[in-house]
T-cell receptor
Framework: KNQVEQSPQSLIILEGKNCTLQCNYTVSPFSNLRWYKQDTGRGPVSLTIMTFSENTKSNGRYTATLDADTKQSSLHITASQLSDSASYICVVSIFTTSGTYKYIFGTGTRLKVLA | NAGVTQTPKFQVLKTGQSMTLQCAQDMNHNSMYWYRQDPGMGLRLIYYSASEGTTDKGEVPNGYNVSRLNKREFSLRLESAAPSQTSVYFC????????????FGPGTRLTVT
């Protein structure tokens, strides 16, 4: 069964600290993996996207890594800011036999950054 | 350039009532999607439209219907609302070409009593 699991479910850190969020997937055939940031009451916004051949991708203070062999990804946030408080969602896409893309969403990690 | 817009933002329905959620995008995308988001669960696909004139069922289509009115607009209809349809609904649009990016609307919070 295609699944995307994220850990931890929630995380509280102090402003300025770093943190790492985890994503494990059992999805096949894998097309690409992306991380979204979802602020409370808003829709998800894309942070990074990686294909199976990419190991790392950065977007400012956000760095995503991908190990396609172990089917694991992580999102590292450096020097956290209050505005980083949000849910972070890992999404894996697969290319279906009907020629369309299917997206498998994780349940997200809720991050709270305290002053 | 508004991106993806959804109306209404909030709605309360009684069991058995019907309503239509509206979605529009101004990015000239071919693909549009309707998802629902429930606590403790990932976003689940209700219906999608790969192009104008086509619609297909997603993971949880029961109790919903959709209309791809034109390239810009994709509506979701609840014919007879049930409490199990209480959720936050997101519309998204996207491109077929790599990286197959999806852009989400702000969501509609629906409560069915």
């Amino acid at each position: 069964k295609n699944q995307v699991e994220q850990s931890p479910q929630s995380l509280i850190i102090l402003e300025g600290k770093n943190c790492t969020l985890q994503c494990n997937y059992t999805v096949s055939p894998f097309s690409n993996l992306r991380w979204y940031k979802q602020d409370t009451g808003r829709g998800p916004v894309s942070l990074t996207i990686m294909t199976f051949s990419e190991n790392t991708k950065s977007n400012g203070r956000y760095t995503a890594t991908l190990d396609a062999d172990t089917k694991q990804s992580s999102l590292h946030i450096t020097a956290s800011q209050l505005s980083d408080s949000a849910s972070y969602i890992c999404v894996v896409s697969i290319f279906t036999t009907s020629g369309t893309y299917k997206y498998i969403f994780g349940t997200g990690t809720r991050l709270k950054v305290l002053a | 350039n508004a991106g993806v817009t959804q109306t209404p933002k909030f709605q309360v329905l009684k069991t058995g009532q019907s309503m239509t959620l509206q979605c529009a995008q101004d990015m000239n995308h071919n693909s549009m999607y309707w998802y629902r988001q429930d606590p403790g669960m990932g976003l689940r696909l209700i219906y999608y439209s790969a192009s104008e004139g086509t619609t297909d069922k997603g993971e949880v289509p029961n109790g919903y219907n959709v209309s791809r009115l034109n390239k810009r607009e994709f509506s979701l209809r609840l014919e007879s609302a049930a409490p199990s349809q209480t959720s936050v609904y997101f519309c998204a649009s996207g491109v077929r070409e790599f990286p197959h990016e999806q852009y989400f609307g702000p969501g509609t919070r629906l409560t069915v009593t």
